[in-house]
């Protein structure tokens, strides 16, 4: 099973839709939690941390389930500058060591005009 | 703002070439790794290094070695480049923290 599982897609949405996109990891000791972006043929950039009570960025909202290993990432109001490819991140170690990082392989998003 | 730069794009090697692959950063950071990128198998880990001279193995450092002289400059080097070792190369850099800064990446082909 891989460390860090995630839907490929790719979700093709209209512009104004919300999408949503879960993650699963297989490592409980896991500790911390995170959502890059990285578009086409550009390198990855951290979109937002996910903490245990959830957190909200504008139209982007992350959750946590620790009882079930998953993260999400909801996207409101979508926008066609939103189109990219959303990396699911987690720290591996209980040690909070940012060089234990595991990178999921993305799931793609269009968002259509 | 922080800058990643890596030395190359695109990269054409022979199979059988020694490969060096150049990453400089601009913050000071302390932390420096090196990724490879595949389809379907996300951003797997090879070496990281937290200090000048000093390395640590990632997740699949065969055929691999990595060098630290400067805190700046982490290099990745291809002993013996193979077919396999096809792929996007993504360094990175962080302070300490879990925000990694990515270079533009170096899409190598080796034939």
Request: charged fraction near 25%; aromatic fraction near 12%.
């Amino acid at each position: 099973r891989k460390e860090v599982e995630q839907d490929p897609g790719p979700f093709n949405v209209p512009e104004g839709a919300t999408v949503a996109f879960n993650c699963t990891y297989s490592n409980s000791a896991s500790q911390s939690f995170f959502w890059y972006r990285q578009d086409c043929r550009k390198e990855p950039k951290l979109l937002m941390s996910v903490y245990s009570s959830g957190n909200e960025d504008g139209r982007f909202t992350a959750q946590l389930n620790r009882a079930s290993q998953y993260i999400s990432l909801l996207i409101r109001d979508s926008k066609l500058s939103d189109s990219a490819t959303y990396l699911c991140v987690v720290n591996r170690g209980s040690s909070g060591s940012a060089r234990q990082l595991t990178f999921g392989s993305g799931t793609q998003l269009t968002v259509l005009p | 703002d922080v800058k990643v730069t890596q030395s190359s794009r695109y990269l054409v090697k022979r199979t059988g070439e020694k490969v060096f692959l150049e990453c400089v950063q601009d913050m000071d950071h302390e932390n420096m790794f090196w990724y490879r990128q595949d389809p379907g198998l996300g951003l797997r880990l090879i070496y990281f290094s937290y200090d000048v001279k000093m390395k640590e193995k990632g997740d699949i450092p065969e055929g691999y070695s990595v060098s630290r002289e400067k805190k700046e400059r982490f290099s990745l080097i291809l002993e013996s480049a193979s077919t396999n070792q096809t792929s996007m190369y993504l360094c990175a850099s962080t302070l300490g923290g879990y925000e990694q800064y990515f270079g533009p990446g170096t899409r190598l082909t080796v034939t």
